[in-house]
């Protein structure tokens, strides 16, 4: 009996997540690419790296920026 509950979960977790990336996939096709929107647009992020390579501290940006130093580093990798 157990192994019977056990096969519909199973069975029910699998449709579940065949749904979830339908909807994903669908979602892209719409140009939908999901999570959490960027912070700064592409002109901040341009000058965050030239504030970076005129040697400023990336304590100094991240203040001046009002965001976090990691967001900082963040946008210096990309």
């Given at each position: 009996?157990f192994?019977?509950?056990?096969?519909?979960?199973?069975?029910?977790?699998?449709?579940?997540?065949?749904?979830?990336?339908?909807?994903?996939?669908?979602?892209?096709?719409?140009?939908?690419?999901?999570?959490?929107?960027?912070k700064?647009?592409?002109?901040?992020?341009?000058?965050?790296?030239?504030?970076?390579?005129?040697?400023?501290?990336?304590?100094?940006?991240?203040?001046?920026?009002?965001?976090?130093?990691?967001?900082?580093?963040?946008?210096?990798?990309?």
């Open positions: 009996m192994h019977l509950f056990a096969f519909f979960a199973e069975f029910e977790r699998n449709l579940i997540r065949e749904r979830t990336e339908a909807g994903r996939a669908a979602a892209r096709a719409r140009g939908r690419l999901g999570g959490r929107p960027e700064l647009g592409k002109k901040e992020g341009e000058m965050i790296k030239t504030l970076a390579a005129n040697k400023n501290p990336i304590k100094d940006i991240a203040e001046m920026m009002e965001i976090s130093r990691t967001t900082v580093y963040r946008y210096l990798a990309k």
